[in-house]
Nanobody, 116 residues
Framework: QVQLVESGGGLVQAGGSLRLSCAAS????????MGWFRQAPGKQRELVAV???????NYADSVKGRFTIARDNAKNTVYLQMNSLKPEDTAVYYC??????????WGQGTQVTVSS
């Protein structure tokens, strides 16, 4: 079993920055694709950024140029650096890990609130 624990959320003014962390522990045989999702009130969960085993990355159009996903394999940790934050970035952010080709493991979520 894999456990994912997010940290780093909080309240920030528009234009500010936050860095989210997601530490993975448990029965990890290899570093799989990992990603960050977010869910705003009344909206569906959306994929924000993904980093694959070869460290290639993809981003949602809404965060390109502002967010950066990175991983530290030695620490089994993935990060999401969020710059130039906007009120529309307000959401609960979730870390997830792929297993068996599916987004299988999920963290508990961390709240990010951006005030205008």
């Amino acid at each position: 079993q894999v456990q994912l624990v997010e940290s780093g959320g909080g309240l920030v003014q528009a234009g500010g920055s936050l860095r989210l962390s997601c530490a993975a522990s448990g029965n990890i045989f290899s570093i799989n694709d990992m990603g960050w999702f977010r869910q705003a009130p009344g909206k569906q969960r959306e994929l924000v950024a993904v980093i694959r085993r070869g460290d290639s990355t993809n981003y949602a159009d809404s965060v390109k140029g502002r967010f950066t996903i990175a991983r530290d394999n030695a620490k089994n940790t993935v990060y999401l650096q969020m710059n130039s934050l906007k009120p529309e970035d307000t959401a609960v952010y979730y870390c997830s890990m792929v297993a068996g080709g599916l987004w299988t493991y999920w963290g508990q979520g961390t709240q990010v609130t951006v005030s205008s």
